[in-house]
Protein backbone atom coordinates (compact mmCIF):
# COMPACT_ATOMS: atom_id res chain seq x y z
CA UNK A 1 0.00 0.00 0.00
CA UNK A 2 0.66 3.48 -0.83
CA UNK A 3 0.72 5.95 1.74
CA UNK A 4 0.25 9.67 0.51
CA UNK A 5 1.86 12.36 2.37
CA UNK A 6 -0.92 15.24 2.94
CA UNK A 7 0.98 18.26 3.49
CA UNK A 8 -0.80 20.50 6.77
CA UNK A 9 -2.85 23.22 6.25
CA UNK A 10 -1.02 25.60 8.04
CA UNK A 11 2.03 25.02 6.01
CA UNK A 12 -0.21 25.90 3.04
CA UNK A 13 -1.16 29.10 4.77
CA UNK A 14 1.80 30.40 5.82
CA UNK A 15 3.52 29.99 2.49
CA UNK A 16 0.34 31.68 0.69
CA UNK A 17 1.03 34.68 3.67
CA UNK A 18 4.47 34.96 3.21
CA UNK A 19 3.94 35.12 -0.72
CA UNK A 20 1.57 37.75 -0.33
CA UNK A 21 3.74 40.00 2.34
CA UNK A 22 7.18 39.29 -0.38
CA UNK A 23 4.38 40.89 -3.49
CA UNK A 24 3.61 43.47 -1.24
CA UNK A 25 6.84 44.77 -0.39
CA UNK A 26 8.18 44.34 -4.15
CA UNK A 27 5.50 46.35 -5.16
CA UNK A 28 6.18 48.89 -2.59
CA UNK A 29 9.47 49.24 -3.63
CA UNK A 30 9.57 49.05 -7.81
CA UNK A 31 5.47 49.55 -8.24
CA UNK A 32 5.82 47.05 -10.66
CA UNK A 33 2.11 46.51 -10.96
CA UNK A 34 0.59 49.82 -10.42
CA UNK A 35 3.18 50.85 -13.42
CA UNK A 36 1.93 48.30 -15.27
CA UNK A 37 -1.98 48.77 -15.08
CA UNK A 38 -0.88 52.38 -15.48
CA UNK A 39 0.83 51.75 -19.08
CA UNK A 40 -1.44 49.63 -20.63
CA UNK A 41 -4.65 49.79 -19.26
CA UNK A 42 -4.85 53.60 -18.46
CA UNK A 43 -2.31 54.40 -21.32
CA UNK A 44 -0.75 56.73 -18.58
CA UNK A 45 3.16 57.02 -17.06
CA UNK A 46 3.69 58.17 -14.07
CA UNK A 47 7.35 59.05 -12.35
CA UNK A 48 6.33 57.61 -8.41
CA UNK A 49 8.09 59.79 -7.01
CA UNK A 50 8.07 60.78 -3.56
CA UNK A 51 7.80 64.19 -2.36
CA UNK A 52 11.19 64.93 -1.14
CA UNK A 53 12.61 64.03 -4.32
CA UNK A 54 10.59 66.66 -6.69
CA UNK A 55 11.87 69.80 -7.50
CA UNK A 56 10.92 73.13 -5.48
CA UNK A 57 8.16 74.79 -7.40
CA UNK A 58 9.64 78.03 -8.64
CA UNK A 59 12.09 75.73 -10.65
CA UNK A 60 9.69 73.90 -12.11
CA UNK A 61 8.09 77.50 -13.33
CA UNK A 62 11.45 78.63 -14.53
CA UNK A 63 12.28 75.64 -16.58
CA UNK A 64 8.44 75.68 -18.06
CA UNK A 65 9.16 79.16 -19.07
CA UNK A 66 12.42 78.86 -20.70
CA UNK A 67 11.36 75.91 -22.79
CA UNK A 68 8.23 77.38 -23.80
CA UNK A 69 9.25 76.54 -27.29
CA UNK A 70 9.17 72.53 -26.37
CA UNK A 71 6.06 73.34 -24.38
CA UNK A 72 4.13 74.45 -27.60
CA UNK A 73 5.64 71.95 -29.69
CA UNK A 74 3.91 69.33 -27.17
CA UNK A 75 0.65 71.25 -27.30
CA UNK A 76 0.90 71.34 -30.79
CA UNK A 77 0.71 67.45 -31.49
CA UNK A 78 -3.07 67.70 -30.95
CA UNK A 79 -4.62 71.42 -30.13
CA UNK A 80 -7.11 71.42 -27.82
CA UNK A 81 -6.65 67.89 -26.70
CA UNK A 82 -3.21 68.20 -25.28
CA UNK A 83 -1.41 69.76 -22.50
CA UNK A 84 1.11 70.73 -20.45
CA UNK A 85 0.51 72.16 -16.72
CA UNK A 86 2.12 72.64 -13.70
CA UNK A 87 0.68 70.37 -10.66
CA UNK A 88 1.74 71.58 -7.40
CA UNK A 89 -1.37 70.32 -5.36
CA UNK A 90 0.05 66.96 -4.01
CA UNK A 91 3.29 68.02 -2.63
CA UNK A 92 3.21 71.69 -0.95
CA UNK A 93 6.69 73.82 -2.41
CA UNK A 94 7.09 71.05 -5.13
CA UNK A 95 5.97 70.53 -8.33
CA UNK A 96 5.95 68.52 -11.44
CA UNK A 97 4.22 67.86 -15.08
CA UNK A 98 0.69 66.61 -16.11
CA UNK A 99 0.95 66.47 -19.32
CA UNK A 100 -2.52 65.20 -20.69
CA UNK A 101 -3.37 63.85 -24.32
CA UNK A 102 -6.01 61.91 -26.16
CA UNK A 103 -5.00 59.02 -27.71
CA UNK A 104 -1.89 56.88 -27.79
CA UNK A 105 -0.58 58.54 -30.74
CA UNK A 106 -0.38 61.53 -28.97
CA UNK A 107 1.69 60.15 -26.45
CA UNK A 108 4.04 58.35 -28.41
CA UNK A 109 4.39 61.80 -30.27
CA UNK A 110 5.21 63.68 -27.13
CA UNK A 111 7.46 61.65 -25.52
CA UNK A 112 9.38 61.50 -29.32
CA UNK A 113 9.50 65.40 -28.36
CA UNK A 114 10.75 65.37 -24.78
CA UNK A 115 13.34 61.97 -25.64
CA UNK A 116 13.90 62.21 -21.88
CA UNK A 117 12.45 60.04 -18.42
CA UNK A 118 11.75 64.01 -17.33
CA UNK A 119 11.27 67.33 -18.70
CA UNK A 120 14.63 69.45 -18.64
CA UNK A 121 15.00 67.52 -15.40
CA UNK A 122 11.67 68.05 -14.01
CA UNK A 123 9.44 65.02 -13.26
CA UNK A 124 5.96 64.49 -15.28
CA UNK A 125 3.18 62.14 -15.82
CA UNK A 126 1.65 61.40 -19.14
CA UNK A 127 -2.34 61.30 -18.50
CA UNK A 128 -4.51 59.71 -21.43
CA UNK A 129 -7.90 61.90 -21.02
Not at 105 to 129: H, K, M, S
Request: proline share 5%.
Amino acid sequence: MSKSRKIPAKIIILVIVTLCLVGLFVESQTKLIQRTYDNFILDNRGHYLPCDKLPNETEVLEIVQRYQDIVQAIERVNPGHVGVEIDTSICPGKADLIIWYASHQNRLAIEAIIGDITFFGVPYRLQNR
